[in-house]
């Protein structure tokens, strides 16, 4: 495609059209723009920003950068190609721009170099020679691009697989702290029933809401996080809802149930105090309302509370007339959680168990009855047989 076609055929993009925003694609459209209109000065400085712009982006070629800008692209198309819908203007103007974009990617880097030098003086054409290339990049056809929609989705929920929903946005988590099962100590049949839950929902069945709910350090939250390390688990993503975002989930719910992922909103150590505004909105997201929950989320929650309402004497002891009815209904949030999992405290032979296990792992070869001996004197001290409870343990040895 010549330059000054392709030049035309960029400017013309459609579905596609929010690359244009994109500083890397702005630079490359200005030196195109330069070179066709033989402003070798101009050309200079645009070849300089476009380099700049790939280093911003943290690439070193041209045809990588667009080949991930496609890939995880948020426009029109690629959310109906993921989805299978069938939309043949999309189609259209899709396949035509990206065969733009595809011959921008397929441009030789050294070909333009040369291009640019003979349009400078002798006395510029130094500069115009040592310009860095960028590297070629991977072929970029619509086929193939159009399958990784279908394989992967399109978008954020494609890139990353794990978020924060605070203050209504959505920010991506690139390095979520997923422990793998080897991390994962005791509560095996707990686990497995959240395990079960959640694949049940990978499979496309619609499942229950969960509640964990116990002793502190008991690994509620680590189980939960760690579901993003089960094998074949690649659809499912992990939203982390803030308590204070609790109040703007339906809007999120809304905007994911047409997405091909599985996601999980996910709220640590869930409690309400007694006139709390965003106890109506949970209750009312897990009773199911008018707008059905979507079969593709679910909500997971842990609480160190059983009820998850917090009450006071004063509650029980004031002169409301159906005083119980109102404490009943208000502590009655966890029983809207189809799945409630218990998590309390180890046994004392699961506990020096797990201590065992832990002093192996670390190294630590005391004897193992004044092992046990100490973890006894340990707990005493530190009461709650848990996972983190032994882990302290544990690591104190070192201190010794």
Known sequence: ?????????????????????????AAALDLLARLTGRQGPEALDAWAELVSSLGRAGSDGLGAWLSDQLRYSDEAWPHRAEVRLEAPFWADAARRDVETLAALAALDPAGLR?????????????????????????????????????SHGAGLFARYRAFLWEDGRLLPVARPDTPGPEELMGYRLQRSQVEANTRAMLSGRRVNNVLLYGDS??????TVKSLLSLPGAEDLRLVEIEKGSVHQMPQLIRSLGHRRQKFILFIDDLAFDQDDRTYGVLKTILEGGLEPRPANVAIYATSNRRNLVR????????????????IQEKTALADRFGLRIPYLGLAKAEYLELVEVLARRAGIGLP???????AVQWDVRHPGRSPRTAQQFIASLGTL
């Open 368 to 374: 193992k009855e004044e092992l046990f001996a100490m």
């Open 1 to 25: 495609m010549e330059l000054d076609t392709l030049y035309y055929r960029l400017k013309s993009l459609t579905a596609y059209r929010g690359l244009l925003k994109e500083p890397v694609l």
């Open 114 to 150: 040369d291009t640019l030098a003979a349009l400078l003086p002798p006395e510029g054409r130094g500069a115009a020679e040592s310009l860095p290339l960028w590297t070629a990049g991977p072929a970029i056809t619509f086929e193939g691009l159009t399958e990784w929609y279908r």
């Open 311 to 326: 009450q006071t004497f004063s509650d029980r002891a004031g002169d409301e007339v159906d005083r119980d009815e109102t």
């Open 217 to 222: 350090g008991t690994g509620k939250s680590a």
